[in-house]
C-alpha cells in the first residue's frame, strides 16, 4: 500500500503562485503514473493534472493548462504541481493520487489533501 503525503498549500492573494508536493512512500513509486485532483466546498473532487511514471506525458484540465505544472522527482519519491497565476476559483482542496487518467475511479492510494485558498 502506497501512503501518499501532500504538502505546500496555503493563503494567497489572486495572481500568485504556490507550489505543491506529494511525497510518496514504496519503492515502486517509479513505476506508475500520479495525479493531482482538487475538491471544492460543495463540489465535487475534479481532475487538475496526471504525469506518467517516466514524466515523459502529461495531461491537464482546461481550467489550469499554461497556469499549473506537474512534475516528479523518481529518486526522491515526489510529486510537484507548480501552481502560477492562481485564481479565487482554484480555492480547493488539493489531492495527490496514484493513477492515470481525467476521472476518479482510475486513482487509487490518495493522500489526505492540502488546502489551497486563493483571495481576490
Known amino acids: 500500500q502506497v501512503q501518499l503525503v501532500e504538502s505546500g498549500g496555503g493563503l494567497v492573494q489572486a495572481g500568485g503562485s504556490l507550489r505543491l508536493s506529494c511525497a510518496a512512500s514504496?519503492?515502486?513509486?517509479?513505476?506508475?503514473?500520479m495525479g493531482w485532483f482538487r475538491q471544492a466546498p460543495g463540489k465535487e473532487r475534479e481532475f487538475v493534472t496526471a504525469?506518467?511514471?517516466?514524466?515523459?506525458?502529461?495531461i491537464y484540465a482546461d481550467s489550469v493548462k499554461g497556469r499549473f505544472t506537474i512534475s516528479r522527482d523518481n529518486a526522491k519519491n515526489m510529486v510537484y504541481l507548480q501552481m502560477n497565476s492562481l485564481k479565487p476559483e482554484d480555492t480547493a482542496v488539493y489531492y495527490c493520487a496514484r493513477g492515470w487518467g481525467r476521472a476518479t475511479p482510475y486513482y487509487n492510494n490518495w493522500g489526505q489533501g492540502t488546502q489551497v485558498t486563493v483571495s481576490s
Open positions: 504525469i506518467s511514471p517516466s514524466g515523459a506525458n502529461t
Open positions: 514504496g519503492r515502486t513509486f517509479s513505476a506508475y503514473a
